[in-house]
């Protein structure tokens, strides 16, 4: 069954094809490009706009910025549908500024979100991205250097974000996990 943004972005790549066949790329790039743009802008306006209502709105735009860019770079477990996504990583996003943290957790909970990236990363990416898997050493190394400058930052927002997309790296199954 297709969702909601699947269907809304075949069709809108079917209409940007039809509207210049030459210069544009295949309906299947154009979908998979714009799937990707719909289902993060509607995350991340879900939780803002929660995030608003609940006075948290600047720490809702920071907990979701910096699980966003980690998981950019390291991959992921993926949800079975768009929407069970959305909500998950929406709740993330605005509960992630309500749990307190400080002092010697902060440094914890860090380590162990660099001790994750540096074992799974990148993980569960090559059906999601379209990049040579010569580049995965590279996004193994930028996500250490983004869970590292959290030690630099010492800001619980991002290190919470970054702890919770550390987690979605966890696989067993050796197949899924990238080198």
Request: net charge positive.
């Amino acid at each position: 069954m297709k969702s909601l943004i699947d269907a809304i972005a075949t069709k809108l790549a079917v209409k940007i094809k039809e509207a210049n066949p030459e210069e544009t790329a295949s309906v299947e790039v154009m979908k998979f490009a714009l799937f990707g743009i719909i289902h993060n802008t509607l995350t991340f306006a879900t939780a803002l706009i929660v995030g608003l209502c609940l006075g948290q709105l600047l720490e809702t735009l920071l907990a979701a910025f910096s699980f966003m860019i980690l998981r950019f770079v390291s991959g992921g477990y993926h949800f079975k549908t768009p929407l069970s996504c959305l909500l998950f990583s929406s709740f993330v996003f605005v509960l992630i500024p309500f749990i307190p943290m400080q002092g010697t957790s902060v440094i914890i909970i860090n380590s162990i979100s660099l001790i994750l990236v540096l074992l799974f990363a990148p993980s569960n990416i090559r059906e999601h991205i379209r990049v040579s898997e010569k580049f995965f050493p590279i996004f193994k190394v930028i996500s250490a250097l983004l869970v590292g400058a959290g030690f630099l930052l010492d800001n619980p927002i991002i290190i919470l974000a970054f702890f919770v997309q550390s987690i979605t790296l966890i696989t067993f199954k050796k197949e899924v996990n990238n080198p």
